[in-house]
Nanobody
Framework: QVQLVASGGGLVQTGGSLRLSCAAS????????IGWFRQAPGKEREGVSC????????YYTGSVKGRFTISSDNAKNTVYLQMNSLKPEDTAVYYC??????????????????????WGQGTQVTVSS
């Protein structure tokens, strides 16, 4: 079992920044990946970014590329999502999830994590215009 705790959400103005954290505990083998997903009211959950703990590969969905940065602190078993230049359309509940895959460098890999059983609770991000 893997337990995930997401934190770091909040209210910011357009153009502001937030850093989300996803702390993992339990069965945290080296070969797993963490993905961030978000769900806005009335919309489907979408993949945002992912990082592989085994080879460090990363992936970003197009709408956040260049603005968001995912990173991992292996000593703390924590993955961060640094979100800069936030826009109102980034407003959503953000979730992290983990799956035991070796790499994460495509939307397909992010999709694999989407089907994982291991999810953290959501953290609300609200960007005001």
């Amino acid at each position: 079992q893997v337990q995930l705790v997401a934190s770091g959400g909040g209210l910011v103005q357009t153009g502001g920044s937030l850093r989300l954290s996803c702390a993992a505990s339990g069965r945290t083998f080296s070969s797993y990946a963490i993905g961030w997903f978000r769900q806005a009211p009335g919309k489907e959950r979408e993949g945002v970014s992912c990082i592989s703990k085994s080879d460090g590969s990363t992936y970003y969905t197009g709408s956040v590329k260049g603005r968001f940065t995912i990173s991992s602190d292996n000593a703390k078993n924590t993955v961060y999502l640094q979100m800069n230049s936030l826009k109102p359309e980034d407003t959503a509940v953000y979730y992290c999830a983990a799956d035991f895959i070796m790499r994460c460098h495509s939307d397909y890999d992010l999709g694999l994590i989407r089907h994982s059983d291991y999810w953290g609770q959501g953290t609300q991000v609200t960007v005001s215009s």
